[in-house]
């Protein structure tokens, strides 16, 4: 990694993600470059579907997105050193990172776009492989990752911690006309569009936000499982970064319908205290320094 590129990717992970920038402290250089030029590529990706402001601008953004990553991968067209497609064909070509995964996020982005219906819980698991469950997968490589049974633990983590922006994000993915929660739940609770603003109903859509972090507490726990195929440093990281996702699940729960009002964080202290949980359960899987 040159270090523009480094500076640049430092520079995204510590604006778009403190909890993912406070996990990768732990991993070796390799694995933490790695990681950056990662996390940049899938956060230009994101933020450039996000600042579409019609349906065209978000299908001609999702295109130029589709038409430079596959020059990125299967071309040899010079480019730009400071672009994130620049950083994408690094990792891809360094860490033999199959090349149709990092298409299948974008398959992701198409979803939110073409507006995928979550009409139940098998919709929105599907939805959430592709955002989130895929970059479990392209993490592997990176994280130096031998064992293929470990790749069914990182897609169950990333689920994990996509459902758990989703329980956070509920008000502002609807004023974004995106909603998450399978809509069979919400009509359980008689829910509908023109209601979902209401402050009368957030009591009965607080608790679809609850069964949402009780399904994401379920991946947390399988996902988990696969740490012990990770090296030490990498394994330690990957325990604090769930730590720290679920820790905001488990406060988004405490606030309950207050968390409709602003975006759940956590303070420097809770963090502190999902750090030690985590090192803790790391601690009892007995996984030795190499």
């Given at each position: 990694?040159?270090?523009?590129?480094?500076?640049l990717?430092?520079?995204?992970i510590?604006?778009?993600?403190k909890?993912?920038?406070i996990a990768?402290l732990?991993?070796?250089?390799?694995?933490r470059?790695g990681?950056?030029l990662l996390?940049?590529?899938?956060r230009?990706?994101d933020?450039?579907?996000?600042k579409?402001?019609?349906?065209?601008?978000?299908?001609?953004?999702?295109e130029?997105?589709y038409?430079n990553?596959?020059?990125a991968?299967?071309?040899?067209?010079k480019l730009?050193s400071?672009?994130?497609?620049y950083?994408?064909?690094q990792?891809a070509?360094?860490?033999?990172i199959?090349?149709?995964?990092?298409?299948?996020?974008?398959a992701?982005f198409?979803?939110?776009?073409?507006k995928?219906?979550?009409?139940?819980k098998?919709?929105?698991?599907?939805?959430?492989?592709h955002?989130?469950?895929?970059?479990?997968?392209?993490?592997?490589?990176?994280l130096d990752v031998?064992?293929?049974?470990a790749?069914?633990?990182?897609?169950?983590?990333?689920r994990?911690?996509q459902l758990?922006?989703?329980s956070?994000?509920?008000i502002e993915?609807?004023?974004?006309?995106?909603?998450?929660?399978?809509?069979?739940?919400?009509d359980?609770?008689?829910?509908t569009?023109?209601?979902?603003l209401n402050s009368?109903?957030h009591?009965k859509?607080f608790?679809?936000v609850?069964?949402?972090?009780?399904w994401s507490?379920?991946?947390?726990i399988?996902?988990?499982?696969g740490?012990?195929?990770?090296p030490?440093?990498?394994?330690?990281?990957?325990?604090?970064?769930s730590f720290?996702?679920?820790?905001?699940?488990?406060k988004i729960?405490?606030?309950?319908i207050?968390?409709f009002?602003k975006?759940?964080?956590?303070t420097?202290?809770?963090?502190?205290?999902c750090?030690?949980k985590?090192s803790?359960f790391?601690?009892?899987?007995?996984?030795k320094y190499?």
């Amino acid at each position: 990694m040159n270090d523009l590129q480094f500076k640049l990717s430092e520079a995204a992970i510590k604006n778009g993600s403190k909890s993912f920038r406070i996990a990768s402290l732990v991993l070796d250089k390799k694995s933490r470059n790695g990681a950056y030029l990662l996390y940049r590529w899938c956060r230009y990706c994101d933020d450039i579907i996000d600042k579409a402001q019609s349906q065209n601008e978000a299908e001609s953004a999702l295109e130029f997105l589709y038409q430079n990553t596959k020059i990125a991968l299967f071309e040899n067209t010079k480019l730009e050193s400071t672009s994130p497609f620049y950083g994408l064909r690094q990792i891809a070509n360094d860490y033999n990172i199959p090349h149709e995964n990092f298409l299948k996020l974008l398959a992701g982005f198409k979803m939110d776009i073409s507006k995928y219906p979550v009409r139940s819980k098998q919709d929105l698991d599907i939805y959430c492989f592709h955002v989130a469950g895929i970059v479990g997968l392209l993490m592997c490589p990176i994280l130096d990752v031998k064992d293929e049974s470990a790749l069914k633990y990182a897609d169950s983590l990333g689920r994990a911690m996509q459902l758990t922006n989703i329980s956070r994000d509920v008000i502002e993915d609807f004023n974004m006309q995106r909603i998450y929660i399978p809509q069979d739940w919400l009509d359980e609770y008689s829910i509908t569009k023109v209601s979902f603003l209401n402050s009368d109903i957030h009591d009965k859509l607080f608790k679809n936000v609850l069964k949402l972090l009780e399904w994401s507490d379920q991946y947390y726990i399988e996902g988990r499982k696969g740490i012990k195929y990770l090296p030490f440093r990498a394994g330690l990281s990957i325990c604090i970064a769930s730590f720290l996702y679920q820790g905001i699940g488990n406060k988004i729960r405490k606030i309950g319908i207050e968390s409709f009002k602003k975006r759940t964080y956590l303070t420097g202290f809770e963090k502190i205290i999902c750090i030690i949980k985590a090192s803790f359960f790391y601690l009892k899987l007995g996984i030795k320094y190499e």
